[in-house]
């Protein structure tokens, strides 16, 4: 089993920054992506940031110039340094991963963690 818990949300002002981090644990040979979500109140769960095992990143137009998605060392966490927060993107935020978990299958298996609370005031 794979799990994946999220931390760094919280509440920051207008303009503040905040970095989230997403943790993977559990038995699986590799990680192939890892993205991050989140859902507003009322609104949709819609996608923030992606990011590939061998280094590929996309992001929202929301998010360009003022997130970066990042690896850990060992490629089992991933992050996302936000700037320039807005109150707009208040919501909570979600890590999802494509995880490898035999050597003699390369499909993966998606999971998700559980959210973590992003509030930006003004």
């Known amino acids: 089993q794979v799990q994946l818990v999220e931390s760094g949300g919280g509440l920051v002002q207008v303009g503040g920054s905040l970095r989230l981090s997403c943790d993977a644990s559990?038995?699986?040979?590799?990680?192939?992506?890892m993205d991050w979500y989140r859902q507003a109140p009322g609104k949709q769960r819609e996608l923030v940031s992606t990011?590939?095992?061998?280094?590929?990143?996309h992001y929202e137009d929301s998010a360009k110039g003022r997130f970066t998605i990042s690896w850990g060392n060992a490629k089992t966490s991933v992050y996302l340094q936000m700037n320039s927060l807005k109150a707009e993107d208040t919501a909570v935020y979600y890590c999802?991963?494509?995880?490898?978990?035999?050597?003699?299958?390369?499909?993966?298996?998606?999971?998700w963690g559980q959210g973590t609370q992003v509030t930006v005031s003004s």
């Open positions: 999802r991963s494509d995880v490898r978990l035999s050597y003699y299958n390369t499909d993966t298996v998606e999971y």
């Open positions: 559990g038995s699986f040979v590799m990680i192939t992506a």
């Open positions: 990011l590939t095992r061998d280094g590929f990143t």
